[in-house]
C-alpha cells in the first residue's frame, strides 16, 4: 500500500488545527493509498501541540505530531522532509506529498483524488497546485474585508495564472527532497514556483478555502507578513541566480502551458473595469493600497543576511 503524506505546518494555530486536520481525515482516498496526517509545529506559545495531541490520541495509525522549537514555515518543512526521507529508507513507499497550510480546509471531499487523478494524467508532472480561494462565499460576512476578498476573487476568476500558492499543492517526494529549502521565513510558494517552472499546473478544480483577517488593521499586518516574505524570496532569487547559472531545477519547460504566470497588467486592468460595479471597483483599489502600504513597510529591506524575524513575527496574528 502506498502513503500520501499530508502536511501542516502551524505557528500558534490552537483555533483551526483541529479543523484542518478533522477535515483531511474524512476526505476521500484514492485506490491503492492511505494517507497520513503530519503535523509540524514550529515555535508555538500556545495551545496548538495540546490539540494534535487530543487528535492524535483517536487516530493513532493516521496523524503525527513533530515539534520543532524555532518559529518559521520553511525550517518545518525541512523538518518534515526529514521525516519523509526516513520513513523512506524504512521502506515506506511514498510517491506524493500535499501540503496545506493550518488555516486552510479542502472544498471537496475527493480533493486526494483529483490531485492524484492529475497527476497519473500527466505523469511528468511535478507538482500540482490547488485553487485557494478565500473563505467568504461559504460565510456569512459582510464586513468590508469579506467583501474585498469578494471582489478580488471574482476578478480573479476572469485571470488565466499559473502558480504554486503555499495554501494547498501537491509534490512527488523525491523532487520535494531536491528542493533544498533555505531556513528563512520567506515566500516558499514564490520559491517552489520558480524552481519548479515548466513543470507544474493549478488545477482550479481542487478548490482550497482559505481563513481571511476579519478588520482592516489585521489584513494590514498579513499584507506586511507577505510583502516581508516576499521581499525576501526575491533577495534570495538574485543570490541564487548568482551562484548557479539557473535558478530553475530543469532548464527546459515540460510544456510552455506549465510555466510559471500567466496575466500583465493590460489583463489585470482589463478584469477591474470589467467588475461592472463601482462599489466591487473600490474595494479592489482599497486591497490594492493596503498592498502598496505594505511595500512601502518593507522598503528598507537590503540583505538576505536580515532574517528581520523580530520584523516578521511582530505581525504575526
Do not use: W
Given at each position: 500500500?502506498?502513503?500520501?503524506?499530508?502536511?501542516?505546518?502551524?505557528?500558534?494555530?490552537?483555533?483551526?488545527?483541529?479543523?484542518?486536520?478533522?477535515?483531511?481525515?474524512?476526505?476521500?482516498?484514492?485506490?491503492?493509498?492511505?494517507?497520513?496526517?503530519?503535523?509540524?509545529?514550529?515555535?508555538?506559545?500556545?495551545?496548538?501541540?495540546?490539540?494534535?495531541?487530543?487528535?492524535?490520541?483517536?487516530?493513532?495509525?493516521?496523524?503525527?505530531?513533530?515539534?520543532?522549537?524555532?518559529?518559521?514555515?520553511?525550517?518545518?518543512?525541512?523538518?518534515?522532509?526529514?521525516?519523509?526521507?526516513?520513513?523512506?529508507?524504512?521502506?515506506?513507499?511514498?510517491?506524493?506529498?500535499?501540503?496545506?497550510?493550518?488555516?486552510?480546509?479542502?472544498?471537496?471531499?475527493?480533493?486526494?483524488?483529483r490531485y492524484i487523478h492529475r497527476h497519473e494524467e500527466n505523469t511528468e508532472l511535478v507538482a500540482v497546485g490547488g485553487n485557494c480561494q478565500p473563505n467568504v462565499f461559504n460565510a456569512q460576512r459582510n464586513d468590508i474585508v469579506a467583501e474585498m476578498y469578494r471582489a478580488i476573487s471574482e476578478m480573479s476568476s476572469k485571470l488565466n495564472d499559473n502558480s504554486i500558492s503555499g495554501g494547498s499543492y501537491c509534490i512527488k517526494s523525491p523532487e520535494l527532497a531536491k528542493l533544498e529549502f533555505p531556513e528563512m521565513q520567506f515566500a516558499e510558494d514564490m520559491y517552489i514556483s520558480m524552481r519548479l517552472d515548466g513543470w507544474f499546473i493549478r488545477d482550479k478544480n481542487i478548490q482550497v478555502l482559505y481563513e481571511i483577517t476579519s478588520n482592516i488593521q489585521s489584513e494590514i499586518r498579513k499584507k506586511i507578513r507577505q510583502e516581508i516574505s516576499t521581499k525576501l524570496y526575491h533577495l534570495y532569487y538574485e543570490y541564487i541566480r548568482r551562484v548557479k547559472k539557473n535558478a530553475c531545477m530543469y532548464e527546459e519547460p515540460l510544456s510552455e502551458m506549465y510555466r510559471w504566470g500567466g496575466y500583465g497588467k493590460r489583463e489585470l486592468l482589463y478584469a477591474w473595469w470589467n467588475l461592472n460595479n463601482l462599489k466591487k471597483r473600490g474595494l479592489v483599489i482599497i486591497y490594492l493600497a493596503i498592498r502598496l502600504y505594505a511595500k512601502l513597510h518593507t522598503y528598507n529591506i537590503k540583505k538576505v543576511e536580515d532574517k528581520l524575524e523580530i520584523d516578521y513575527w511582530s505581525t504575526e496574528r
Open positions: 500500500m502506498k502513503n500520501i503524506l499530508i502536511a501542516i505546518m502551524a505557528h500558534n494555530e490552537e483555533l483551526l488545527i483541529g479543523r484542518a486536520v478533522y477535515n483531511v481525515l474524512n476526505l476521500d482516498i484514492p485506490n491503492d493509498y492511505k494517507i497520513k496526517v503530519i503535523v509540524v509545529t514550529n515555535g508555538c506559545t500556545d495551545n496548538t501541540e495540546l490539540v494534535v495531541k487530543g487528535i492524535y490520541n483517536r487516530y493513532q495509525n493516521d496523524v503525527v505530531l513533530l515539534s520543532i522549537k524555532e518559529k518559521g514555515k520553511t525550517k518545518a518543512i525541512n523538518a518534515f522532509i526529514r521525516y519523509m526521507n526516513t520513513c523512506i529508507e524504512n521502506g515506506e513507499e511514498i510517491p506524493y506529498v500535499v501540503f496545506l497550510d493550518a488555516d486552510c480546509i479542502f472544498l471537496h471531499r475527493d480533493a486526494l483524488v
